[in-house]
């Protein structure tokens, strides 16, 4: 099956949609199929990648195009002949996010070469996601986007809860649930707290620590993680609170100063971008993962956690959330710093309690998210598309 995905940029600091798409590449290539990635930046795509011929099997092969000329991230005529080649004689293109213009050229020539697309909305017409700019996007919709949605073989999305969110803005359309592929070779054998202790100087703290570990971004709610830790110190329950990952420095800064001003400056350390065996140390290091965001559409560092026996403390803002709960390894609750501090609280003074959700959380993970079987039904939904006139 030869297999072609677009992408904008191959940036890892900009998150869950590039891991996404990486580990959704490198999962097909390796069960023997031809994946085609198209991009115009790929700075942090795999060096192999780069260097693969055309044809390759079991390989990903990078096509790079120039950057778009035009306004809106459109690419001009002439800039767009590689991809035309690489969708030629596709089985499927498989697009990315539902506000990148440049898809709508991608679907034109896919269409024009008889091939079907696939779109991930990636949690990005959820109802939180929607409620930011909606005039614009609900415009962006109304002109171009729904026609493009529900063109699709099949709107992809990633767990039930988005699909309940979303459909109203493709009614037209064909939604299909298929869970995220998340690559679990870094999580097989676990390399234990050294790593991250090493690197990390309040990693090595004795006291109970608790985790927050994501892109800095207002969405993902740190700040009341933050003001939770005030509240467990103030009610006599110490700990160390880690930080992990990059974002606006605005924001960033924000977070410091709500740190210095709660008085958490000996407790609290900011570690920035950390991938890598680094990252799955520091997640057994943790004594509780905590992300209280407002919206996440799989949410990877949930299950990253869980697979690191660390319980995970998070809201309904991720959509996977009944399947977290599921797995008896999660706590879910409001985004308020009341709310997170007594759950946070609650796993701290029970250690039994936190062993056993992370036994259950990673035993979940290794079973519900096996790539093997994702990948089958990713298969699936590929051959399904090729039977659909868009």
Not at 293 to 309: L, Y
Not at 368 to 373: C, I, K, T
Request: charged share 25%.
């Amino acid at each position: 099956m030869k297999v072609v995905h677009t992408l904008t940029r191959i940036r890892l600091e900009e998150g869950g949609v590039v891991r996404a798409v990486l580990d959704l590449c490198a999962s097909f290539a390796q069960a023997g199929h031809e994946v085609v990635l198209i991009v115009h930046d790929d700075t942090d795509a795999p060096p192999e990648w780069k260097s693969a011929p055309p044809g390759a099997q079991g390989a990903v092969r990078i096509v790079r195009l120039d950057a778009p000329s035009r306004p809106m991230g459109l690419y001009a005529p002439a800039q767009l002949a590689p991809a035309r080649e690489a969708i030629a004689g596709a089985d499927v293109l498989h697009l990315h996010t539902p506000w990148e213009a440049s898809n709508l050229q991608f679907a034109r020539l896919a269409r024009a070469e008889g091939v079907p697309y696939v779109l991930t909305i990636h949690g990005m017409l959820d109802d939180w996601s929607m409620s930011q700019r909606g005039p614009k996007k609900r415009a962006y919709l109304a002109l171009v986007g729904r026609r493009l949605l529900e063109r699709a073989a099949y709107v992809h999305c990633t767990a039930q809860a988005e699909m309940d969110q979303s459909k109203k803005w493709y009614p037209k359309g064909r939604g299909r649930v298929v869970p995220l592929i998340f690559d679990l070779s870094l999580f097989r054998d676990l390399p234990g707290p050294g790593p991250a202790q090493r690197a990390f100087p309040l990693a090595r703290d004795e006291r109970p620590k608790a985790l927050f570990l994501s892109r800095l971004h207002e969405k993902k709610g740190a700040e009341h993680l933050i003001d939770a830790v005030a509240l467990l110190r103030k009610e006599g329950t110490d700990c160390v609170l880690l930080i992990a990952g990059t974002g606006e420095p605005t924001y960033d800064t924000s977070l410091r100063t709500r740190v210095e001003q709660a008085g958490l400056t000996g407790c609290t350390a900011f570690l920035g971008l950390v991938v890598g065996e680094e990252k799955v140390s520091l997640f057994e290091c943790a004594d509780v993962f905590v992300l209280p965001t407002s919206q996440e559409n799989f949410g990877f560092v949930a299950p990253e956690a869980m697979a690191c026996r660390t319980p995970v403390v998070t809201t309904r803002g991720v959509d996977i959330w009944p399947e977290l709960v599921e797995s008896g390894g999660a706590l879910i609750v409001e985004p308020t710093a009341r709310a997170i501090a007594d759950a946070v609280a609650s796993l701290l003074r029970d250690d039994e309690r936190r062993r056993t959700m992370g036994e259950k959380a990673r035993a979940w993970v290794l079973d519900h998210l096996d790539a093997g079987r994702i990948l089958r039904e990713y298969e699936r939904m590929y051959a399904d598309a090729k039977g659909v006139v868009s």
